[in-house]
């Protein structure tokens, strides 16, 4: 089984920063893409995402304020939240897909972490 456990979230004010991180274990044999997704009262939206190459892509409502990173060794990823607003507050959740062996593929989430931005 593969396993996601997140961090970083807490209350910050407008306009201040957090950094979230997504770890993920267990039997991995590649990790081909991990990504955030967040959820306020209502739908799961997408936030951001990473491939094993490093390349990213935002929903455009947090282009130039979050930064995705992945330390690929590690199977580790961060956002970077900056510039923080109100509506920024929600759930935060780490999704992963890979190979958990040469034949079989995983799709999981993490917990959740939660993001509370106050104004």
Same mark, same amino acid.
């Given at each position: 089984?593969?396993?996601?456990? +997140?961090?970083?979230? %807490?209350?910050v004010q407008a306009?201040?920063?957090?950094?979230?991180?997504?770890?993920?274990?267990?039997?991995? *044999?590649?990790?081909?893409a991990?990504?955030? *997704?967040?959820? #306020?009262?209502?739908k799961r +939206?997408?936030?951001?995402?990473? $491939?094993?190459?490093g390349?990213?892509?935002?929903?455009?409502?947090? &282009? %130039?304020?979050? $930064?995705?990173?992945?330390?690929? #060794?590690?199977?580790?990823? *961060?956002?970077?939240?900056?510039?923080l &607003? #109100? +509506?920024d507050?929600?759930? =935060? =959740?780490?999704n992963?897909?890979g190979?958990?062996?040469?034949?079989?593929?995983?799709?999981v989430? %993490?917990? %959740?972490?939660?993001?509370?931005?106050?104004?």
């Amino acid at each position: 089984q593969v396993q996601l456990v +997140e961090s970083g979230g %807490g209350l910050v004010q407008a306009g201040g920063s957090l950094r979230l991180s997504c770890q993920a274990s267990g039997s991995i *044999y590649r990790v081909d893409a991990m990504a955030w *997704y967040r959820q #306020a009262p209502g739908k799961r +939206e997408f936030v951001a995402q990473i $491939t094993s190459g490093g390349s990213t892509n935002y929903v455009d409502s947090v &282009k %130039g304020r979050f $930064t995705m990173s992945r330390d690929n #060794a590690k199977n580790l990823m *961060y956002l970077q939240m900056n510039s923080l &607003k #109100a +509506e920024d507050t929600a759930v =935060y =959740y780490c999704n992963c897909r890979g190979m958990r062996t040469f034949w079989n593929s995983f799709d999981v989430w %993490g917990q %959740g972490t939660l993001v509370t931005v106050s104004s």
